[in-house]
């Protein structure tokens, strides 16, 4: 028998002071059988950064066509392609190609140093990619705020985040790669 997603309830509060962006987003995020509350906790942490009506969680981890998150156009278009992990340089070309703007937010201890190190020069062509690496401290802290009913809070100034609930705050050490 397949394991089922577990499901989480989020109301996440985004005070985004950088791009004058103020708004409460009530979300849904399915936790893949798969997937570690660390990893969905970093999926929550991009959409604060980037929240947006028109931003959505994708299939992700469920689907190897879409991205963990995206943002369309109206005209239906991407805008935005979120991707969290190292992905081979086949994913980020067709997703360079499909989208306005790349980012993919790597984490891990070790691993995203020795992947950077191999994709940085095959990389370069791609202007519209955006690399950033959440420090290791920064998604065990993030991870700690999981609950499967949650009520959250994202500041956004001079482009560091804290995120938070009643009781706990947590500044998210997030150093751009590239470009």
């Known amino acids: 028998m397949a394991l089922k997603a577990t499901i989480y309830k989020v109301e996440l509060t985004v005070s985004d002071m950088d791009r004058d962006y103020y708004a409460t987003h009530d979300l849904t995020l399915a936790l893949h059988p798969s997937e570690t509350e660390s990893r969905m906790m970093l999926r929550l942490m991009a959409f604060a950064l980037h929240a947006d009506e028109d931003l959505a969680f994708t299939r992700g981890i469920s689907s190897t066509e879409e991205p963990d998150l995206w943002q369309r156009s109206p005209d239906g278009t991407l805008a935005l392609w979120i991707e969290l992990g190292m992905p081979d340089e086949k994913r980020l070309r067709k997703a360079c190609g499909l989208a306005e703007q790349v980012l993919v937010y790597c984490y891990g201890p070790r691993a995203p140093q020795v992947w950077w190190e191999s994709m940085a020069n095959k990389v370069r062509r791609f202007d ?13 802290t993030l991870a700690g705020l999981a609950q499967r009913s949650m009520r959250l809070q994202a500041m956004i100034q001079d482009g560091q985040l804290w995120i938070g609930d009643d009781s706990r705050n947590v500044e998210i050490q997030r150093p751009q790669w590239y470009p």
């Open 128 to 140: 519209n990619l955006i690399v950033r690496h959440v420090a290791t401290d920064s998604e065990t």
